[in-house]
């Protein structure tokens, strides 16, 4: 499936239809600020994931520290019970539900 400027391209180029290179540059524009805004958009339901998961730990383990790791794997870690055993959780977006 072509991509907005690939159509374009290949409506000038096989039917000589008149295509200025402005609208190819333009359209091309246009693609690449919407696929940064997307990239946004995920970072942003990240972020928000992220917060829900580490306000359900503080609620339900309220005793325990709750660390997020901005390094690495796992991405929440929690050490629990008298054993201290540290648990980590890995934050993953599934899309719409």
Not at 28 to 36: C, P, T
């Amino acid at each position: 499936m072509y991509n907005t400027e690939r159509f374009l391209l290949f409506a000038r180029d096989y039917f000589s239809i008149p295509v200025s290179q402005e609208s190819i540059e333009q359209v091309r524009d246009i693609s690449r600020v919407r696929q940064n805004s997307n990239v946004l958009h995920v970072n942003e339901r990240y972020r928000q994931a992220e917060r829900a998961v580490i306000n359900w730990l503080v609620a339900k383990y309220p005793e325990h520290n709750v660390e997020l790791n901005q390094t690495g794997y796992p991405d929440v870690t929690i050490v629990i019970g008298e054993e201290q055993i540290k648990t980590g959780f890995d934050i993953v977006i599934l899309g719409d539900l």
